[in-house]
């Protein structure tokens, strides 16, 4: 069984401010790595995926993977009221590609 | 990126009646997954179909449960004999052929009653 952790938070931060928020996985065959950003009643919107160790930047996001401690975190930077919403944490292996999810971090951005 | 479009958005139905959820790909892909979210818990997988063909499915993906693509366009969710415990969002997803991402439709909220 693959599990995905993550703080279900709430986690408030002041515009303007770093949000980061983490996660980690038991599979050590788990080779993707996904950020989903889900608003209350909407559908899982990917915002980054990540393969390798290290960071990646996309505009105000960077997802950072540790491979070898089976952990991903993504840090929102400049955070806005708009960024308020649940960040879903997946990941997947190369063999099957089915995501396995964890139960979200929620994120309060206050004005 | 192109989503798929999932019907209905929100069904309510009597409990031991039978619900089919319906995604539409915009492009020609050939990967679907069927996913679900209860109420304030995870994101779930239920089933991968991959050219026609169920490629794997979970636990929760029983006997209850069936995919199929008729036309090959539509791809369908029928969930026999309902139960109050299925009702959640129902998402289709699909993968792109070029890398290992996954994007979900907006999703079909069923109610069982």
């Known amino acids: 069984q693959k599990e995905v952790e993550q703080n279900s938070g709430p986690l408030s931060v002041p515009e303007g401010a770093i949000a980061s928020l983490n996660c980690t996985y038991s599979d050590r065959g788990s080779q993707s790595f996904f950020w989903y950003r889900q608003y209350s009643g909407k559908s899982p919107e990917l915002i980054m995926f990540i393969y390798s160790n290290g960071d990646k930047e996309d505009g105000r996001f960077t997802a950072q993977l540790n491979k070898a401690s089976q952990y991903v975190s993504l840090l929102i930077r400049d955070s806005q009221p708009s960024d308020s919403a649940t960040y879903l944490c997946a990941v997947s292996s190369s063999n099957d590609y089915k995501l396995s999810f964890g139960a979200g971090t929620t994120v309060t951005v206050r004005a | 990126e192109p989503e798929v479009t999932q019907t209905p958005s929100h069904q309510v139905t009597q409990m031991g009646q039978e619900v089919i959820l319906r995604c539409v790909p915009i492009s020609n892909h050939l990967y679907f997954y069927w996913y679900r979210q209860i109420l304030g818990q995870k994101v779930e997988f239920l089933v991968s179909?991959?050219?026609?063909?169920?490629?794997?499915k979970s636990e929760i993906f029983d006997d209850q449960f069936s995919v199929e693509r008729p036309d090959g366009s539509n791809f369908t969710l029928k969930i026999r004999s309902t139960k109050l415990e299925d009702s959640a969002m129902y998402f289709c997803a699909r993968r792109t052929r070029d890398r290992n991402t996954i994007y979900f439709g907006e999703g079909s909220w069923l109610t069982v009653v």
């Open positions: 179909f991959y050219n026609n063909e169920i490629s794997e």
